[in-house]
């Protein structure tokens, strides 16, 4: 970290702040100009916020940060990139894990329709929520724990892998019994009690990107995961709130590029929830393979129409076997296996 006095701060404030930085366990080492003093601050500041602790001290002209703030996320801090085995789907190698399925679980003939849709079509990974946190509250709100029992079933019936979002702390614990995979939804990205419970599970964890969170926020969220012990993190660019509202958010393809750059962990793309509108998903979905990505989360209903959540975006039997035909004919030309 560098802190940069302002034009003849008085040596009183230079010692002062010297000695804050000494006690917070870090070496300072002065560059003194004509005009100003430099400070270089050498030691570990990810667990302190001079940004904000230390700005009060008088004759500070700015502080710029170098170190970055996530360490175990980071890809400097890892030995090889994160690869979550489960059951012959592997994300973040050479598997692009197509994940598929409706947004919610709505009863039991729903559930087992969508599953056959997806086994006929080789899906390996089903999604659907249990419990929706939608944006109002008059709107169907899932089935809850009913919903994860029905996933469960579905998992013994079919085999499937299922993955579905749990929203409250006091869910997670059910998880391991009923379901593969857990999902941090967007509205929940921020939730650090949530985040921290879900780096006590031993299961892989889609954390999706807040509605409006920057990529540093996102990655901070992965690591209060990490931190806690759960090193199977896999991210979730699900577009973000832009001042476009032709879309129903704006899929932020430079994300999927940065944080494999940036991350070791897994990067996965939701078209579904970027766009609102079923258009655009094939599109978006080559782009994803093209990104990078290393799979997809995608909303699929045996009939849209009909669906008690997020109908227009979800796709259809015919055209989700159209979307799996064309990665799967893509996929070898950017190295990857569609699973
Ligand atoms: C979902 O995937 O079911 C969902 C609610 O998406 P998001 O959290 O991205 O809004
Ligand atoms: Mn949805």
Not at 25 to 36: A, S
Request: glycine residues 8%; aromatic residues 6%.
């Amino acid at each position: 970290m560098i802190i940069v006095m302002q034009p003849k701060a008085p040596k009183a404030q230079i010692d002062a702040l010297l000695e804050r930085i000494v006690k917070s366990g870090c070496k300072p080492y002065l560059t003194q100009g004509v005009e100003r003093t430099v400070i270089n601050v050498l030691g570990d500041l990810r667990t302190l916020e001079p940004e904000r602790d230390w700005a009060a001290f008088p004759g500070i002209e700015q502080i710029l940060r170098i170190q970055k703030p996530y360490k175990l996320a980071s890809k400097e801090h890892a030995a090889q990139r994160t690869a979550i085995e489960l059951d012959g789907v592997c994300f973040g190698d050479r598997d692009f894990v197509f994940i598929a399925g409706p947004c919610s679980v709505e009863g039991r003939t729903q559930v087992f329709e969508a599953a056959s849709m997806l086994v006929q079509q080789g899906f390996k990974v089903m999604r659907a929520s249990a419990f929706k946190p939608r944006t109002s509250p008059y709107e169907f709100q899932g089935l809850g724990k009913e919903g994860l029992k029905l996933l469960r079933e579905v998992k013994k019936q079919t085999g499937l892998l299922v993955e579905t979002e749990i929203t409250d702390v006091r869910a997670v614990e059910w998880a391991p019994e009923y379901v593969d995979i857990v999902r941090v939804g967007s509205r929940n990205m921020h939730n650090s009690e949530l985040l921290k419970e879900m780096g006590k599970l031993d299961l892989p964890v889609i954390l999706k990107r807040g509605l409006s969170a920057t990529i540093k926020e996102f990655i901070m969220a992965a690591e209060y995961i990490l931190k806690s012990g759960n090193s199977k993190v896999i991210f979730c660019e699900r577009g973000i709130r832009t001042y476009e509202t032709t879309y129903r958010n704006t899929l932020d393809i430079s994300a999927v590029i940065f944080l494999k750059h940036e991350t070791h962990l897994p990067v996965i793309v939701d078209p579904s929830h970027a766009a609102g509108n079923r258009l655009l998903i094939p599109g978006l979905c080559r782009a994803a393979l093209a990104a990078g990505a290393d799979g997809l989360l995608v909303e699929a209903h045996p009939k849209p129409e009909q669906a008690f959540s997020d109908g227009a975006q979800s796709l259809g039997p015919e055209q989700l076997a159209e979307v799996r035909a064309d990665l799967a004919t893509l996929a070898p030309h950017f190295g990857r296996r569609l699973v």
